[in-house]
C-alpha cells in the first residue's frame, strides 16, 4: 500500500507562487506514473500535470508554461512548482501514483490553494 502526503497549499495573490509537495511511503517513482491533480467546487477533477518514471512530463493546457512538475527519487518526493498563479487556479490539489505497468492507483488527501485576486 503506498501512501501519499500533500503539502505547500495556501492563500496566495494573483501573481504569486506556491511549491507542492507529495511524499510517497515507499520508493516508487522508478514504477509509477506521478501526477497532480485538481478540483474545484462545482467542477470535475483534472489533471494538471504528470511525470512518467522516465521522467516525462505533461501539462494542461491552462498551465503550461506556469507549472513544473518534477520528482527527487532519492526523496520519494513529486513536487509541482506554481508561478504567476490566477483566481483560477483555486481549488483542491491532489497528489496522483499509477503504477505504469498495470492499474494500481493511489490518492493523497488534497492540500488547497486559494488564489485570491
Known amino acids: 500500500q503506498v501512501q501519499l502526503v500533500e503539502s505547500g497549499g495556501g492563500l496566495v495573490l494573483f501573481g504569486q507562487s506556491l511549491r507542492l509537495s507529495c511524499a510517497a511511503s515507499?520508493?516508487?517513482?522508478?514504477?509509477?506514473?506521478m501526477g497532480w491533480y485538481r478540483q474545484a467546487p462545482g467542477k470535475q477533477r483534472e489533471l494538471v500535470a504528470g511525470?512518467?518514471?522516465?521522467?516525462?512530463?505533461n501539462y494542461a493546457d491552462s498551465v503550461k508554461g506556469r507549472f513544473t512538475i518534477s520528482s527527487d527519487n532519492a526523496k520519494n518526493t513529486v513536487y509541482l512548482q506554481m508561478n504567476s498563479l490566477k483566481p483560477e487556479d483555486t481549488a483542491v490539489y491532489y497528489c496522483?501514483?499509477?503504477?505504469?505497468?498495470?492499474?494500481?492507483?493511489?490518492w493523497g488527501q488534497g492540500t488547497q490553494v486559494t488564489v485570491s485576486s
Open positions: 496522483y501514483a499509477r503504477y505504469y505497468f498495470g492499474t494500481n492507483t493511489y
Open positions: 515507499l520508493s516508487i517513482f522508478s514504477n509509477y506514473y
Open positions: 511525470i512518467t518514471p522516465g521522467k516525462i512530463t
